[in-house]
């Protein structure tokens, strides 16, 4: 892939991260009145959540726009827009199934949609615990310097 065409795909991917969470957020503030306590997500630790997760996109947009070759800011990336789409859906089958019921189709899709993509940012958190294990006992010779601090190395030896 060319350099022009990751930056524009780097462009895209951040672009729509960020309008999936600020819509989920939006959604959240529209229903905040309409679903019980246990059941918004408009506190404040849900908020900052979603403002926090605006971080991941923009520091993968900065390192895959700036060095396209390098695989860490395209799983940010990833990881943003699995975040945004989990945070949208959420807000959305929440607004479809109990805030406003049959307002919006496919309210059970979106809220299935929302488990399911919890799982890419799991595999990111793994991929740069993996990364920088690797990364890190490259320059001591690839080894652990006793065998108790394998409890550090959680992927393995």
Known sequence: MRVRTARWVADWIAAGSIALIAGGIALAYLDRHLLS??????????????????????IGFVIASRRPGNRIGWLFLAAGLAMGVNVFSQSYGLRALLAAPGSLPAGRAAMWLSNWT???PSAFSLSCCC???????????????????????????
Not at 38 to 56: R, Y
């Open 37 to 58: 306590a246990a059941m918004t997500t408009w506190d404040f630790s849900d908020v900052l959540d979603g403002v926090t997760e605006l971080a991941i996109p923009v």
């Open 131 to 157: 990364f920088s294990r690797r990364d890190s006992y490259a320059h001591g010779g690839g080894v652990l310097p006793h065998d108790s601090w394998a409890v550090f190395s959680p992927c393995g030896r």
């Open 118 to 120: 919890l799982v890419v």
